[in-house]
């Protein structure tokens, strides 16, 4: 099958360099929005055109705490494992992120951590792992549900990313970007929303950050700049988006010969939602995608 066949919201792609195989993971429930939750598929290529599956890379035992609104899974390659971080909700409880783990990177998956290790008493969504000399650290988003104004935060986890250490750290929030533009809900005056952080050290040691928000032309991703080279930052925000219509909650990734790829989904409505990759450079200003 093509990208085109394959509705997924929230694309993350991880090369396997072992088998030198793409392996496609992302929010593939037919409704992520309400009901009861299937779990996670994954699907694989050569290639990056032709693709393979679905296959269940995560399924809940009937035990696990979550039903429902099964998001944004990514898979990191750590130690001799594989990890997922994943966003869970269930009625009476905050949603947040949980790792699980797996001997294989297609899976299957299972969970690792004892519940979300993102604050029990926030609203959190979108986890991700960065891993910086050395020590793990997982980045998410505070919810404009909770602060009017979408926060993301990083918080060290243990080495074996069972637990966390310390408390969380603001790393910024959303308004502060030039781009992003806020919603109208009830709760508060003013909502700004923050969704899908992902990590990227560039080639010349900088860090940076995409994530998502509402921009001019609705769902839109930005780029973010820690000015250190480290996660404590500070940050600064690329005055326009990298994608700046129906579309975003995206990560970057390097394809078997090093060559750089953005991956997003686009548009944003479901079910229409699907993955598209673009070529990427680093550009001395940030990231642009190549014409």
């Not at 994943?86 to 294989?104: K, P």
């Not at 998410?140 to 750290?169: M, N, S």
């Not at 969704?195 to 973010?224: E, I, T």
């Amino acid at each position: 099958m093509r990208l085109d066949d394959i509705q997924i919201r929230d694309p993350f792609v991880l090369f396997d360099g072992d088998t030198g195989r793409y392996h496609l993971f992302g929010s593939t429930d037919e409704n992520i929005w309400s009901g009861p939750a299937t779990g996670f598929d994954t699907y694989w290529s050569d290639d990056l055109d032709e693709w393979h599956g679905p296959t269940a890379a995560f399924r809940p035992t009937p035990d696990f705490w979550s039903h429902t609104q099964y998001w944004a899974p990514e898979v990191h390659r750590y130690g001799d494992a594989f990890y997922m971080f994943a966003t869970f909700t269930a009625e009476g409880q905050r949603r947040g992120t949980q790792v699980l783990r797996a001997d294989r990177p297609e899976g299957p998956y299972a969970p690792w951590s004892d519940g979300p290790l993102t604050p029990r008493e926030w609203e959190c969504l979108d986890g991700t792992l960065h891993v910086e000399d050395g020590t793990p650290y997982l980045v998410f988003c505070h919810e404009w549900k909770d602060v009017g104004d979408g926060e993301v935060q990083a918080i060290r986890l243990t080495d074996d990313l069972r637990g966390t250490v310390g408390d969380p750290v603001l790393l910024f929030r959303a308004s502060e970007a030039p781009w992003a533009r806020s919603i109208e809900r009830p709760e508060f005056p003013r909502v700004f929303v923050t969704d899908g952080p992902s990590m990227h050290r560039a080639a010349d040691g900088r860090l940076l950050m995409l994530w998502s928000s509402f921009g001019d032309q609705g769902y839109a991703m930005g780029v973010a700049t820690s000015r250190s080279g480290s996660i404590a930052g500070p940050w600064t925000q690329a005055e326009q988006p990298i994608w700046a219509a129906d579309g975003g909650h995206g990560m970057i990734f390097a394809d078997a010969a090093g060559g750089l790829y953005l991956t997003l989904h686009t548009p944003n409505r479901t079910p229409d939602e699907r993955a598209r990759f673009f070529p990427l450079e680093e550009t001395d200003e940030g990231l642009r995608l190549k014409d």
